[in-house]
């Protein structure tokens, strides 16, 4: 299987800039899809980012559209480490952030969907202040 540890989550003001990272190990090799997921206090868990692990190009990479502009998704494949770099951060950008990895392709709407990812990490903490 395939572990995943984030780091990176702070506390930074509102406009402020943050970068995550999602280190993996294990059977990475398999990895066809890896995304960025948040969930806010007393929220459901939403998408944020994708990407394709296999055959990346900044056209395989998906952004929601609170997010897009602001947020991008990028790989270290020779780290193994997948990042999120944050920027023009607001206060309800403030949640868990959880690193997650496919282990068979994603087409579509099928990247945005978290039970479609097989392994996940245990989140950082985000918080934007005003």
């Known amino acids: 299987q395939v572990q995943l540890v984030e780091s990176g989550g702070g506390l930074v003001q509102a406009g402020g800039s943050l970068r995550l990272s999602c280190a993996a190990s294990?059977?990475?090799?398999?990895?066809?899809?890896m995304g960025w997921f948040r969930q806010a206090p007393g929220k459901e868990r939403e998408f944020v980012a994708t990407?394709?692990?296999?055959?990346?190009?900044?056209?395989?990479?998906y952004y929601s559209d609170s997010v897009k502009g602001r947020f991008t998704i990028s790989r270290d494949s020779a780290k193994n480490t997948l990042y999120l770099q944050m920027g023009s951060l607001k206060p309800e950008d403030t949640a868990v952030y959880y690193c997650?990895?496919?282990?068979?392709?994603?087409?579509?709407?099928?990247?945005?969907?978290?039970?479609?990812?097989?392994?996940w990490g245990q989140g950082t903490q985000v918080t934007v202040s005003s």
């Open positions: 997650a990895a496919a282990g068979g392709p994603l087409y579509g709407e099928s990247r945005l969907r978290d039970e479609k990812y097989d392994f």
């Open positions: 294990g059977r990475t090799f398999s990895t066809f899809a």
């Open positions: 990407l394709n692990w296999i055959n990346w190009s900044a056209r395989s990479t």
